[in-house]
């Protein structure tokens, strides 16, 4: 199956229903994730599912990968934010994103 690794700014089923238009199949959410590191996270994941890659943001994905998601971006969560914390150069004022497998 095809899945599609975004973050959005707005409302995730809004952003479905962007994506549903001139879609043939039905788009459900997977899993969603908020994050105050959405964009590293997503660049982190694009890249960890690199070999699953179909085009742009769009991954083959067994049914493994899709249920350690979550958990994999929790991980990937935590280790952004361990950096921030010890680094006093990153700005503290983070917005908490949407962040979703399609």
Not at 11 to 30: A, F, H, K, S
Not at 56 to 66: G, H, I, K, R, Y
Request: glycine share 6%; proline share 1%.
């Amino acid at each position: 199956m095809s899945y599609k690794i975004g973050v959005t700014k707005s409302d995730i089923m809004g952003r479905v229903r962007q994506l549903q238009t001139g879609n043939p199949y039905n788009i459900e959410v997977m899993a969603i994730f908020k994050s105050k590191h959405a964009f590293k996270v997503e660049s982190y994941l694009h890249k960890y599912y690199g070999t699953e890659n179909i085009r742009n943001e769009w991954f083959s994905l067994d049914a493994m990968q899709v249920g350690d998601f979550a958990n994999r971006c929790g991980i990937v969560e935590k280790m952004f934010c361990c950096i921030q914390d010890s680094n006093t150069y990153v700005n503290k004022t983070l917005n908490v994103l949407s962040f979703g497998l399609f």
